[in-house]
C-alpha cells in the first residue's frame, strides 16, 4: 500500500474561512435580531396610537351629545355653564389636570393600562391627556343656524424602551339644524 494522496475535495476548511463563515453567521443573526426588535416596536407603537385615537374618539361623541343650546353656552363662555361632564374609562368624572373641574379648553389627564399579569395586576400604562376646545360660529345672518366647532386635542406618553408621545387631533361641528 502507498501514500494516500489528498485531492482539493478532500481537506478540511482553513482558519480564515473559518472566520468569515462565522462573521456573516453572525452578522445575519445580528440584523434579523435587530429586525425582530423593530417589528416588535412598530407594533406595539401601532397599539398605542390606536388606543389614542379610540380614546380621542370616545371624547369627542361624548362632548357631541351634549345638548346644542349648553354647547352653545360652554363655547361662549357663558358664567356658570363652561364645564364639562365626562367620564374617563373607569366611568369616573374626568377633572382638569389639577383636579378641578373640566372647563372649555383645559387640559385633561387618564392613565389607561394596556395589560395585565396572570394574577391580573395592571402593567403597560399609557398616559393620555386631552383639552376639548369648543369655538363659537355664531349666527350668520339673523334666523340662520348657529354653530360650534369642537376640537379635541390630544396626546399620548408611553414608553416602550424609549419614551415616545403620539400627538393629534378631531374637529366636528355642531349646529342647532336638526338632522335625520
Known sequence: MGLRHLN????????????????LFIMISLGL???????????????????????????MEQIRSIDFSRLSDIARNVAGSNNFVLYNTAGNIITDEGGGVLTNNEWAREVVWLDETEAGQPRQPMTFRFRPLLTD??????????????????????????QRTYRSSFRSVRS???TY
Open 8 to 23: 482539493s475535495h478532500d481537506r478540511g476548511y482553513t482558519l480564515t474561512e473559518v472566520v468569515i463563515g462565522m462573521t
Open 33 to 59: 435580531v435587530s429586525m425582530t426588535f423593530q417589528v416588535r416596536s412598530t407594533s406595539e407603537e401601532s397599539v398605542y396610537q390606536n388606543m389614542t385615537l379610540v380614546l380621542g374618539q370616545a371624547y
Open 137 to 162: 360660529l355664531g349666527v350668520v345672518t339673523a334666523g340662520a343656524a348657529s354653530g360650534v366647532e369642537i376640537t379635541i386635542f390630544f396626546e399620548t406618553t408611553y414608553n416602550y424602551g424609549v
Open 176 to 178: 342647532d339644524v336638526p
